[in-house]
């Protein structure tokens, strides 16, 4: 399956919309990235809302090392292009 870089920045909004929601639902205020998790786990008391709080935050993860890496290798073809159009 391949997703194009406009497709995963568009999953992307997606994933952080709806974790915005939950972080307003439940008041989540972790104050570094390493707190987020435990932080979820004591704020947010719906079993169905925490897993899917997981899930986004895991989804997030995926797509935003694909749309990074995407990111470099078309930033890479670019380079290799101008590169090609100098020598001819």
Do not use: C
């Not at 399956?1 to 999953?11: E, G, N, P």
């Not at 008041?27 to 986004?56: C, H």
């Amino acid at each position: 399956m391949s997703i194009s870089f406009t497709d995963a920045q568009k999953k992307l909004e997606q994933i952080t919309a709806e974790m915005l929601e939950l972080i307003r639902k439940y008041e989540l205020d972790a104050e570094s990235p390493f707190d987020v998790i435990p932080v979820a786990r004591a704020k947010i008391d719906n079993q169905q809302d925490y897993i899917r709080f997981l899930e986004l935050s895991i989804e997030g993860r995926i797509y935003g090392e694909y749309a990074d890496a995407l990111q470099k290798q078309l930033d890479e073809d670019a380079k290799q292009a101008v590169a090609q159009k100098k020598l001819h």
